[in-house]
T-cell receptor
């Protein structure tokens, strides 16, 4: 069974440019997460979807970040415009519901903003 | 609010010796507790979890963790460390209301040969 797929793996952009990350979760997983991981730190939740509904986006900087999960499967995370401080790894994860189920993570998308 | 503390930034151990990576948590009610491992430039891989029942949980690659409710701890252990265990380890907690999984800042495990 395929795992969580993310693309691109690496992205380098100039500040003020837009960038988008894509995630395809494990088939059948209705819960999808986007986490931000800064160097040497633990992942921090940006947004959590239950099917196509964003149920927790309290940590998403809505002035420049947006996300969508059309049809409750794939998801896209966008940053516009990017700032130097956005350089980090953006991790996507999925799970069968919440509660006791573990999250399965993709390889991450590493963003470098110059 | 729930939180996780990993008090050690780095743990060094010789190959063949036992290892412990510490984790304490704070959550309302009963917790769900998880350990993940991350290798360089890779995503997080699930190792084990505690839901309920036996306080000693066994997981992948010979790792185990002990849940201690009175000390609000969930330390990761392995009887005999391997050089290949060298990686970044994260403890995580979620409350039973199903809120987001909260991660600690991570502990780097270094196993020397």
């Amino acid at each position: 069974e395929a795992g969580v797929v993310q693309s691109p793996r690496y992205k380098i952009i100039e500040k003020k440019q837009p960038v988008a990350f894509w995630c395809n979760p494990i088939s059948g997983h209705n819960t999808l997460y986007w986490y931000l991981q800064n160097l040497g730190q633990g992942p921090e939740l940006l947004i959590r979807y239950e099917n196509e509904e964003a149920v927790d986006d309290s940590q998403l900087p809505k002035d420049r970040f947006s996300a969508e999960r059309l049809k409750g499967v794939d998801s896209t995370l966008k940053i516009q415009p990017a700032e130097l401080g956005d350089s980090a790894v953006y991790l996507c994860a999925s799970s069968l519901g919440t509660g006791a189920g573990e999250l399965f993570f993709g390889e991450g998308s590493r963003l470098t903003v110059l | 609010a729930q939180s996780v503390a990993q008090p050690e930034d780095q743990v060094n151990v010789a190959e063949g010796n036992p290892l412990t990576v510490k984790c304490t948590y704070s959550v309302s009610g009963n917790p769900y507790l998880f350990w993940y491992v991350q290798y360089p430039n890779r995503g997080l891989q699930f190792l084990l979890k505690y839901i309920t029942g036996d306080n000693l949980v066994k997981g992948s690659y010979g790792f185990e963790a002990e849940f201690n409710k009175s000390q609000t701890s969930f330390h990761l252990k392995k009887p005999s460390a391997l050089v290949s265990d060298s990686a970044l380890y994260f403890c995580a907690v979620r409350d039973q209301a199903g809120t987001a999984l909260i991660f600690g800042k991570g502990t780097t495990l270094s196993v020397s040969s």
